[in-house]
Nanobody
């Protein structure tokens, strides 16, 4: 089993920056991909960014491309999301996710079904 714990959320003004972190523990050798998703009030969970654990290949939602940067530190078993130029529409609970049960062929990396382990979430609020 893998456990994930997010940190770094908070309140920031529009145009500001925040850095989210996700710490993985347990059987981290099983991780092949990690990602960030978010859920705003009254909306469905949405993909934000993903990174492959070995090669570091990244992919972003169009809404955050150029503003957010995902990264990982394999040695420390951590993942981060640097969020710049934040907008009020970025307000949401952000969830860290990991794929540990093996690659699901045919399921895109931005699809939540590719991930089987989730953190508890961290609130990000961007004021206008």
């Amino acid at each position: 089993q893998v456990q994930l714990v997010e940190s770094g959320g908070g309140l920031v003004q529009a145009g500001g920056s925040l850095r989210l972190s996700c710490a993985a523990s347990g059987r981290t050798s099983r991780i092949y991909r990690m990602g960030w998703f978010r859920q705003a009030p009254g909306k469905e969970r949405a993909f934000v960014a993903t990174i492959s654990w070995s090669g570091g290949t990244t992919y972003y939602a169009d809404s955050v491309k150029g503003r957010f940067t995902i990264s990982r530190d394999n040695a420390k078993n951590t993942m981060a999301l640097q969020m710049n130029s934040l907008k009020p529409q970025d307000t949401a609970v952000y969830y860290c996710a990991a794929g540990t049960a093996g690659l699901r062929v045919g399921v895109p990396s931005f699809d939540g079904r590719q991930y089987d382990t989730w953190g508890q979430g961290t609130q990000v609020t961007v004021s206008s």
